[in-house]
């Protein structure tokens, strides 16, 4: 263990995903890291959020290929069981235990104090009565929390949050999930699929109201058809709970009943009570603005939640990389954000990278959109695929991708093609050089950009457009002899 001075390199405030990620470079670089934490070293990534609901979408997801057996292949008996989803949770999670990250800290020769930290001037912070001081930087890595709307009754009912059904150890009959995004679809799924009688209510016009129409059209219609009751477009007016049921009144007038309420309905940013007035920074402020180089000002830096710049785990992380490489003077890229995937793991998964379409006509660029449906695709085919898609928006001027949705099967995963491209500004011309494996999930990139099979792919989907679409963009902005 360090020395017990207040004096340090470096202090991370929020030892979480992000704050657990840069404290480890920097010491293995060799500085000396106080980091201050009041809950559980990890943050929310491994015991509430991105692994344990990934764990429990496994365990669905089982279940769904197994119900697939009578179609496919013969006759299969199911019975699901979530004690093995709940042990394998706990087993995950340490029993939400976190001795294993502190001990994992210690050994790389960091110092964890418990407790909420708060800035007291540029280069200090004060946390658990003690007085530390940075002599190279701060990191701000406090994450964001979930975000209650204001609807009456609800603070006076046990609602749950997604920390409560992490650790949930038996299913309700049934629940109603308030808010359509990634986690409201996700978990709603796993529960659907072990026999809860879900019902999501999203405020906003479809559910995913982030992403493209035509993956909220693809996931509703997935949701719906295993039983899920969706209510879009429409608002909570009031929740109560009597005689141990929860009932919401929706605006129509409708009332809702069931045994649990879950809300996800979003995460913001809490900067009050990070002592960020003695910094001169408005702690009112949606998030922490942050440059190129994670830099908050001086040698305050942030990453995560915090930034606003996406809340997901990878944003953290990258930021993390960016952050300890520039405190150790190192070379280094800058923080980009052109590229940030979105990932929605229900089955079909969601995957975006990029802008969406009306983000792109939104910020005047000239787009191309093309959309390839995975259903005729010779993949999509011989898997059975019903509905789902790959769509394209391409810059009319400089024949790259923009952004880029796929919802489908392994949706997230043939993502990664795309992540690449958009990332690197890989031109169009480039991508249909490529070689695809044939019958490849990600080969539908190459149907799509007509870099594949064109004589069958067209004479199997006569009406794709994409083709001729990109052929024209090419000819007017690539290298089609590339
Ligand atoms: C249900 C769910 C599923 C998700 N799934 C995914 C996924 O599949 N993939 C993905 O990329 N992302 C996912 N996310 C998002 C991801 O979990 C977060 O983006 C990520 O954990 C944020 O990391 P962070 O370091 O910014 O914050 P956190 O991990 O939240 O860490 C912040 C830490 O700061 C501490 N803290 C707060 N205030 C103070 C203070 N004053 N002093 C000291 N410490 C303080 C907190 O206790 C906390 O531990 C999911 C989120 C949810 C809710």
């Known amino acids: 263990m360090k020395k017990e001075s207040g004096e340090v390199d470096v202090i991370v405030l929020g030892v979480g995903t992000s704050g657990e990620d840069i404290s480890l470079q920097l010491l293995d670089a060799g500085l000396d890291v106080v980091g201050i934490e009041p809950s559980l070293v990890g943050g929310e990534c491994p015991y ?11 365990a669905a997801n089982s279940l769904k290929e197994a119900r697939q057996v009578n ?15 709940a042990k394998r949770v706990g087993d995950l999670t340490a029993n939400w235990n976190d001795s294993g990250a502190i001990k994992r800290y210690e050994e790389h020769g960091g110092r964890v104090i418990r407790g909420f930290g708060k800035l007291d001037g540029p280069n200090t912070v004060i946390a658990d009565g003690q007085t530390f001081t940075a002599k190279k930087a701060i990191v701000i890595a406090t994450g964001s929390r979930p975000l209650m709307p204001p609807v009456p009754g609800l603070a006076d009912t046990e609602f749950w949050t997604t920390h409560s059904i992490m650790q949930m150890k038996e299913l309700p009959d049934s629940m109603i999930i308030m ?83 879950l809300v996800t309905t979003g995460r913001r940013v809490e900067l009050e009570g990070l002592g960020l007035e003695s910094i001169d920074i408005d702690e009112t402020s949606d998030f922490l603005p942050v440059d190129e180089n994670m830099q908050v000002k001086g040698n305050i830096y942030a990453i995560g939640d915090v930034t606003g710049k996406g809340f997901y785990s990878h944003v ?48 005047g660029i000239p787009v191309a959109v093309i959309v390839k449906q995975l259903p005729l695709t010779f993949r999509g085919m011989v898997h059975g695929v019903e509905s789902g898609m790959v769509k394209l928006i391409a810059d009319r001027k400089k ?28 031109p169009i011309s480039e991508l249909r050089s490529i070689m695809y494996a044939f019958p490849s999930f990600y080969s539908t990139i190459g149907e799509a950009v007509g870099a594949y099979g064109r004589g069958v792919t067209t004479a199997l989907d006569p009406s794709y457009e994409g083709i001729r679409i990109l052929d024209a963009l090419v000819h007017t902005v690539g290298q089609p002899g590339k």
């Not at 006759?75 to 093995?84: G, H, Q, R």
Request: with cysteine.
């Open 48 to 58: 509430w959020a991105c692994l344990p609901s990934k764990m429990m979408i496994r």
């Open 71 to 85: 179609s496919f292949a013969g006759e299969a008996k199911i019975t699901s069981n979530w004690n093995v989803v």
């Open 179 to 261: 808010g359509g995004g990634a986690s409201g679809c996700e978990l709603g799924q796993v529960l659907a699929r072990f026999g809860v009688d879900i019902t999501i209510i999203e405020m906003r016009d479809r559910l995913l109201p982030d992403e493209e129409p035509e993956a909220s059209e693809v996931l509703e219609n997935a949701l719906i058809d295993e039983g899920i009751k969706v209510h879009s477009g429409t608002e909570v007016q009031k929740a109560d709970f009597m005689n141990g049921s929860f009932s919401v009144k929706l605006a129509g007038g409708q009332e809702l009943n069931a045994d649990r309420l």
């Open 316 to 363: 953290g992380l990258y930021q993390s990389s960016i952050a300890a490489a520039h405190i150790l003077g190192k070379v280094h890229h800058s923080a980009s954000y052109h590229a940030v995937p979105c990932a929605t793991f229900t089955d079909p998964e969601v995957g975006r990278v990029g802008l969406t379409e009306a983000e792109a006509i939104d910020a």
């Open 399 to 426: 024949d790259i991708i923009l952004g880029a949705t796929v919802a489908g099967p392994y949706g997230v995963e043939i993502m990664g093609m795309l992540n690449l491209a958009i990332h690197a500004q890989i």
